[in-house]
């Protein structure tokens, strides 16, 4: 599924986002990435949910500064990553 039809099914949708909301989710990505990686050698469990809310936090940086943002409803995770992939392209 392409960036285009993401968004004509509503799971994308255009999002006028400031250079503050892009450095905010940046910066809870670093901080979750980091907590991730103190708390790996105690819990992996908790340092894989921190490392996924630090890729979470990351790809939504990116979708802003591209100017969109998921849509309502259930699957907004998987479309942040997609969108990610789609974006980034294969390299990443």
């Given at each position: 599924?392409s960036c285009?039809?993401?968004?004509?099914?509503?799971l994308?949708?255009r999002?006028?986002?400031s250079?503050?909301?892009?450095?905010?989710r940046?910066e809870?990505a670093?901080?979750?990435?980091?907590?991730?990686?103190a708390?790996?050698?105690?819990?992996r469990?908790?340092?894989?949910?921190?490392?996924?809310?630090?890729?979470l936090?990351?790809t939504?940086?990116?979708?802003?500064?591209?100017g969109f943002?998921?849509?309502s409803?259930?699957?907004?995770?998987?479309?942040?990553?997609?969108?990610?992939?789609?974006t980034l392209?294969?390299t990443?």
């Amino acid at each position: 599924m392409s960036c285009d039809e993401l968004f004509s099914k509503g799971l994308i949708k255009r999002f006028d986002g400031s250079p503050a909301q892009v450095k905010k989710r940046i910066e809870l990505a670093r901080r979750d990435i980091n907590a991730a990686r103190a708390m790996i050698a105690n819990d992996r469990d908790w340092a894989f949910s921190m490392a996924y809310n630090a890729i979470l936090q990351a790809t939504r940086a990116l979708m802003f500064a591209k100017g969109f943002r998921p849509g309502s409803g259930e699957g907004q995770h998987k479309v942040t990553v997609r969108f990610a992939e789609l974006t980034l392209g294969k390299t990443f």
